[in-house]
């Protein structure tokens, strides 16, 4: 069956620290990668997608991830972390029959 | 232009009830893709239509059901409640096109709580 897993449930990082979050899917062929996030009390963004050619993608606020096709691997990274980057980050993978999957969620809690 | 609507935004129900939610979807766009999302389990997905018609489902039981209409809202709903089934409904809209890259945009969601 399709999935996707995260590694991490739960991240603590103070500010600047920098941060990678893993993420990785079982294979299905052709798939978009994405990254969404959840600030507290808001709803699902979009971070951040992976469809075709460069593998390393940039999103907003200083977040970037690259697609490992090898590892089947999306990990999400920024190299300086902020207090306001507290959220929790889903993973989500569409697959080819249009079937998305997402992660069980990473929340990261970052102290000022 | 205006994102994804889920109504209402929060919903008493006990056990044994049955629930319907709304989604209206991003205009344009003919996908809408249902979850259930739990503190710990992440989104779960529920099912997605694209023109009037379920093309994907999850692992849900019969309890669980959805339609679209010809304007590409869609509602879900849940018969029979169980306590377990509180959690947060969200809906995703997309162009939903086959083959070709799309992005999901999330409505608030509906928070059930069944008592």
């Known amino acids: 069956a399709q999935s996707v897993s995260q590694h991490n449930h739960h991240v603590i990082l103070s500010e600047a620290a920098s941060l990678e979050l893993g993420c990785n899917y079982s294979?299905?062929?052709?798939?978009?990668l994405f990254w969404y996030v959840q600030y507290p009390g808001q709803h699902l963004q979009l971070l951040l997608k992976y469809f075709s050619g460069d593998p390393l993608v940039k999103g907003i606020k200083g977040f970037e991830a690259e697609f490992i096709k090898s590892k089947f691997s999306f990990n999400l990274r920024k190299p300086s972390v902020q207090w306001s980057d507290t959220a929790e980050y889903f993973c989500?993978?569409?697959?080819?029959?249009?079937?998305?999957?997402f992660g069980a969620g990473t929340r990261l809690t970052v102290k000022p | 232009k205006a994102g994804v609507t889920q109504t209402p935004r929060y919903l008493i129900k006990t056990r044994g009830q049955q629930v319907t939610l709304s989604c209206s979807p991003i205009?344009?766009?003919?996908?809408v893709s249902w979850y259930q999302q739990t503190p710990g389990q992440g989104l779960q997905f529920l099912f997605e239509y694209f023109s009037e018609t379920q093309r994907n489902k999850g692992n849900f039981p019969g309890r669980f059901s959805g339609r679209q209409f010809s304007n590409s809202r869609s509602e879900m709903n849940v018969s029979t409640l169980e306590l377990g089934d509180s959690a947060l409904y969200l809906c995703a809209s997309g162009r939903g096109l086959a083959g070709v890259s799309d992005i999901q945009y999330f409505g608030a969601g509906t928070r059930l709580s069944v008592l």
């Open positions: 989500a993978v569409k697959y080819n029959n249009n079937d998305m999957r």
């Open positions: 205009s344009g766009h003919r996908s």
């Open positions: 294979y299905g062929g052709t798939v978009n």
